[in-house]
């Protein structure tokens, strides 16, 4: 599932695809005896204009304004494939139900992308049918747009893959620092909370030198099953390189987050666990957040190791 980052892009990216096309239509013509319908001369621009301000401002909105643009989209398609002066435009512009088995299994989780594939294709065969279009057509096209879904599908899932730590199953660090850009960008809109803890294995390289890698990844997994279905729910927990695990935790100032992460270390009984908090002040690059949560990791390792401290101005 895409943050918001490359949500905006994507779905404009297609709002703009989308609008052209119509606009080709209208400036081309088609072989209809009736002319352009006025339906596509407004629906061409408006896709323009939307595709273009959700390009430049879409990483400001809230991810339930792209579902309804997806849903929106949808209706839109329909219009101007209903509006087409011809069977021919009306098959060519419903190749644009397309862009909804693109958009939806690349930016949403399985079952809310089947679910919106399969409103497109019922939608684009509802449509078809009413232009007269032959039923042929209809469902190769039908075809297309459930192939391009599975395609797109497994192509999202693969590069989901790439943000994974393949030992805990948790987020890597890459994955980790896509969602903390994404979570401190959500933070300064709204004006929420956020905190973020980074957690060590005290004296992990002796248990590795001791009982061997295996031993030492072994613990690894055992700490993320024990965390991972603790921590609070919309909190990202990561693998974020060797013996460190890293747990952004949105709506949670910096005492809170202390102590969810407290009792999340003891809950890891016998295994001895530093961790460093901070909480992100207004306007703090992303960089200085995570520093001074590495400087609260620092003294909880200073002060003896098998505690929590949060990162305190002063």
């Known amino acids: 599932m895409a943050s918001a980052r490359v949500t905006g892009p994507v779905i404009g990216a297609l709002y703009v695809a989308g609008g052209l096309a119509v606009l080709a239509i209208v400036l081309l013509g088609g072989s209809g005896d009736d002319g352009i319908s006025p339906v596509l001369a407004v629906i061409g621009p408006l896709a323009l204009l939307a595709g273009g301000a959700v390009i430049r401002w879409g990483h400001h909105l809230p991810r339930s304004v792209f579902h309804l643009m997806v849903l929106l989209g949808t209706a839109l398609i329909s ?3 209903y509006a087409a002066p011809d ?5 060519a512009l419903a190749g644009m139900y397309l862009f909804i088995a693109v958009a939806a299994f690349f930016l949403f989780a399985l079952p809310v992308a089947s679910a919106y594939l399969g409103t497109a294709i019922g939608a684009c065969t509802v449509v078809l049918a009413l232009g007269g279009v032959a039923a042929g057509p209809v469902v190769a096209l039908a075809v297309v747009m459930a192939a391009m879904g599975l395609v ?3 192509l999202a899932r693969r590069a989901s893959a790439a943000s994974l730590d393949g030992l805990t199953g948790l987020a890597n660090r890459r994955g980790f620092d896509d969602a903390l850009e994404e979570t401190v960008r959500v933070a300064l809109r709204t004006g929420t909370d956020l905190s973020v803890a ?3 294995i005290d004296h992990f390289k002796s248990i590795n030198d001791r009982h061997g ?3 030492g990844d072994e613990l690894l997994r055992a700490v993320a099953d024990e965390w991972l279905p603790r921590v609070p729910r919309g909190s990202v927990l990561a693998r974020h390189g060797g013996d460190e695990f890293a747990l952004l935790l949105p709506a949670h100032a910096g005492p809170a987050a202390l102590a969810v992460v407290e ?4 809950a890891c009984a016998g295994v001895p666990l530093s961790i460093g908090v901070a909480q992100h002040e207004p306007g703090e690059p992303t960089p200085q957040f995570m520093r001074r ?3 609260a990791l620092y003294r909880a390792k200073a002060a003896g190791r098998a505690r929590t401290v949060l990162h305190e101005d002063g």
């Not at 069977?87 to 098959?91: D, G, K, M, Q």
């Open 79 to 81: 219009a101007v494939v």
């Open 87 to 91: 069977e021919t435009s009306a098959v």
């Open 293 to 295: 949560a590495d400087s």
């Open 263 to 266: 009792q999340l270390r003891v």
């Open 152 to 154: 797109v599908a497994t």
């Open 213 to 215: 890698h295996a031993a």
């Open 198 to 200: 980074l957690v060590d």
